[in-house]
T-cell receptor, first 114, second 115 residues
Framework: SQQGEEDPQALSIQEGENATMNCSYK?????LQWYRQNSGRGLVHLIL?????REKHSGRLRVTLDTSKKSSSLLITASRAADTASYFC??????????????FGTGTRLTIIP | GAGVSQSPSNKVTEKGKDVELRCDPI?????LYWYRQSLGQGLEFLIY????????KSGLPSDRFSAERTGGSVSTLTIQRTQQEDSAVYLC?????????????FGPGTRLTVL
């Protein structure tokens, strides 16, 4: 079962506006990562935030992490039509077998209207 | 350097048939992961390889699913006696290490349709 839940499930905004997506999770984590997926195929890693960090920036992306609330947000500023995609958060933890494990949320489908 | 590749890109099969899905990881990547993504859903972890061994098979949904990896490189996911609920996109990812930060590089996936 998926640990993460993204909110909203779908988001449509005008080009140039900012898009905010949220992710909640349930267990303790080492880090949280955001991925992007175009057309239901391969995922592309966007940004990673460690559990001891509260905010991180990368270009037009801003990620926050609140471990007390077990939640994260991804902000895309000045959106572009090319940002249309599904966005997933993934939490990293150690499995019972000692290997690291990424647990993905259900995703937010973002549509940028030109 | 090529990325992760998967074949076939699409597979349509009849219920009850066996299928094999292939993953070619990035050269030198020791860790390899298989995920399944059902329509409109997130990724579901299936199995993890470190080298040729699979210490974590906890995500395989039934004994109809198996995977192997040879030479620390190519991996094959086999689904026996396919069922309609097996229809999904199967994604493979590889990473250079299983450490504190290991970006997983994903392949384009195989879309499996079981009729």
């Amino acid at each position: 079962s998926q640990q993460g839940e993204e909110d909203p499930q779908a988001l449509s905004i005008q080009e140039g506006e900012n898009a905010t997506m949220n992710c909640s999770y349930k267990t303790s984590i080492n880090n949280l990562q955001w991925y992007r997926q175009n057309s239901g195929r391969g995922l592309v890693h966007l940004i990673l935030i460690r559990s001891n960090e509260r905010e991180k920036h990368s270009g037009r992306l801003r990620v926050t992490l609140d471990t007390s609330k077990k939640s994260s947000s991804l902000l895309i500023t000045a959106s572009r039509a090319a940002d249309t995609a599904s966005y997933f958060c993934a939490t990293r933890s150690l499995s019972n077998f000692g290997n690291e494990k990424l647990t993905f949320g259900t995703g937010t489908r973002l549509t940028i209207i030109p | 350097g090529a990325g992760v590749s998967q074949s076939p890109s699409n597979k349509v099969t009849e219920k009850g048939k066996d299928v094999e899905l292939r993953c070619d990881p990035i050269s030198g990547h020791t860790a390899l992961y298989w995920y399944r993504q059902s329509l409109g859903q997130g990724l579901e972890f299936l199995i993890y390889f470190q080298g040729n061994s699979a210490p974590d098979k906890s995500g395989l949904p039934s004994d109809r699913f198996s995977a192997e990896r040879t030479g620390g490189s190519v991996s094959t996911l086999t689904i026996q006696r396919t069922q309609q609920e097996d229809s999904a996109v199967y994604l493979c990812a590889s990473s250079s290490t299983s450490g504190e930060y290991n970006e997983q590089f994903f392949g384009p996936g195989t879309r499996l349709t079981v009729l």
